[in-house]
């Protein structure tokens, strides 16, 4: 790309150039500017105590745990009393569940029904039995609420390409699943909230499974960090030793700041510049302890396992204990297990309590209790919320030994904050053909969407109901801004 010739552009006045990046930015960006400024004048405002930036306790971080591929939520929670049980094993035939294995859901209020969880979950019942975790029923992407009678008639807009894994998951994280994607919601999230961190050193989306549509923004970028700790050039040394390392790092750094004719040339330097400088920092951040009681990190470290999942959420509570050092007051990670498309061998034949989906659901259950036991220790369980998101559920019946897409799905939130052993939404009326089956197998119709969900997150983290649209575009057409679980 030739450089710009300065002799074309006669009226590139600086008041011009503002003025186009003005334009650029579009309606979304400025209203989340707006918002901003709102944010910041309420942080402003005397007598606001601990809604301050600078205030210690004013402390929030959202974990988003995106099950990649579409859970099996029919075996996550199932009916435990005998008339729901016998139909549900009728149903599911080589995937139900033993009988009496489930652990039970003691919950204030019922419909009727009684429902276990998966025997794998363990470390999840314990919380939920303690009362800092939840289960919410149904949850999944609409454009409208939808009954069976408006799904077969069409008679509402649907969410585009229904049971397609690639357009769920970006419908899920994005919440505007009748739009061409442009932000997440986290990331639009991020934008809105960010004035709160007035002495940010990194950015305060940090995700730890690459990139994702969850976090995209406008205006704060999402910045990815390994299991290991901050990502760094391969081969990389101090700039000012004289190994080979350290030659080619300088040598790289020279690059970056010398002066360039082209415009996206300077972007790309100043860019990779400051991500060199937030890898070296938060390199030096996460390097300074590990355990013990001068140490800022947890002692329960060593609580989680090693499986990757286990330690994306071990490396999120090293980064919520250095907030402070990092200047940051809110905080919006993204972490994810795949594996979750079980077409087949979804269960052990012999014994369906077991096998590749309860392996998976243990990982989650001891990873999450790990994690949330991390953050008692750190001081911040109250003000650290995380929540389970996925393609979408899957059918009621069997294919043979796996299940196939469904729409619906049941879906965990942890935390102090979390109004804690209840089962929030509604679940389904689990027949075959029923009320709430699109069509013969089980895919169930969502009774809560992705948006009220986000909703109640977004406004516990502190969106005010007249910023809530800002995150969400498409609240406004639900019932229900928040589900009450926090």
């Not at 029904?113 to 029923?137: C, D, E, N, Y």
Request: with cysteine.
């Amino acid at each position: 790309m030739q450089p710009l010739n300065p002799a074309l552009l006669p009226d590139l006045s600086r008041r011009r150039f503002l003025g186009s990046c003005c334009s650029a930015v579009g309606a979304t960006g400025m209203l989340s500017a707006l918002a901003q400024l709102r944010v910041l004048g309420a942080l402003a405002q005397p007598g606001n105590g601990p809604r301050t930036a600078n205030a210690d306790g004013d402390y929030k971080a959202l974990v988003c745990l995106f099950l990649a591929g579409g859970n099996d939520a029919n075996n996550l929670i199932i009916p435990a009393d005998p008339a729901g049980y016998a139909a549900y094993a009728a149903a599911r035939t080589a995937l139900a569940l033993p009988a009496n294995t489930a652990l039970p859901l003691v919950t204030p209020t019922s419909d009727g029904r009684a429902w276990g969880i998966h025997p794998s979950m363990t470390g999840v019942h314990q919380l939920f039995a303690s009362g800092k975790a939840a289960l919410l029923a149904n949850v999944g992407t609409l454009l409208y609420p939808t009954t069976k009678a408006q799904y077969t008639a069409r008679t509402v807009p649907l969410p585009p390409q229904l049971f397609s894994h690639n357009d769920q998951q970006v419908e899920w994280q994005s919440s505007l699943a009748d739009r061409a994607f442009q932000t997440g919601w986290g990331g639009r999230l991020a934008d809105l909230m960010n004035a709160f961190n007035t002495n940010a050193s990194i950015s305060m989306s940090i995700s730890l499974n690459g990139q994702n549509s969850f976090q995209v923004g406008r205006n704060v970028s999402q910045y990815s960090v390994a299991t290991t700790g901050a990502i760094g050039l391969t081969g990389a040394g101090a700039p000012t030793g004289t190994s080979v390392a350290s030659v080619r790092t300088k040598a790289v750094n020279d690059l970056l700041v010398s002066p360039q004719g082209n415009l996206f040339e300077t972007a790309f330097g100043g860019m990779t510049t400051s991500a060199i400088a937030d890898s070296a920092l938060l390199s030096t951040i996460l390097s300074t302890g590990t355990t013990g009681a001068n140490s800022a990190f947890p002692t329960t470290y060593g609580a989680f396992s090693t499986s990757n999942l286990a330690q994306q959420l071990r490396t999120i509570a090293r980064l919520i204990s250095a907030r402070n050092t990092l200047g940051l007051k809110r905080q919006v990670f993204f972490a994810r297990i795949g594996g979750w498309d079980l077409h087949d061998n979804q269960v052990d034949n012999a014994n369906p309590a077991i096998g590749a989906h309860a392996n998976l659901l243990a990982d989650v259950s001891n990873s999450l209790k790990a994690f949330y036991d991390a953050t008692v220790e750190l001081g911040v369980a109250d003000q650290v919320t995380t929540f389970t998101a996925s393609d979408f559920g899957r059918t009621y019946n069997t294919n043979g030994d796996g299940s196939d897409h469904g729409w619906g799905s049941h879906h965990l939130i942890v935390g102090g904050a979390v109004k804690g052993g209840q089962l929030y939404g509604r679940m389904p009326d689990l027949t075959l053909r029923g009320s709430q089956d699109t069509g013969a197998r089980g895919q169930w119709i969502p009774t809560t969407s992705v948006d009220e969900y986000s909703a109640t997150l977004a406004t516990w983290f502190g969106v005010s109901a007249t910023d809530l649209p800002i995150v969400l575009p498409n609240i406004g057409r639900f019932a229900r801004q928040n589900v009450a679980f926090l």
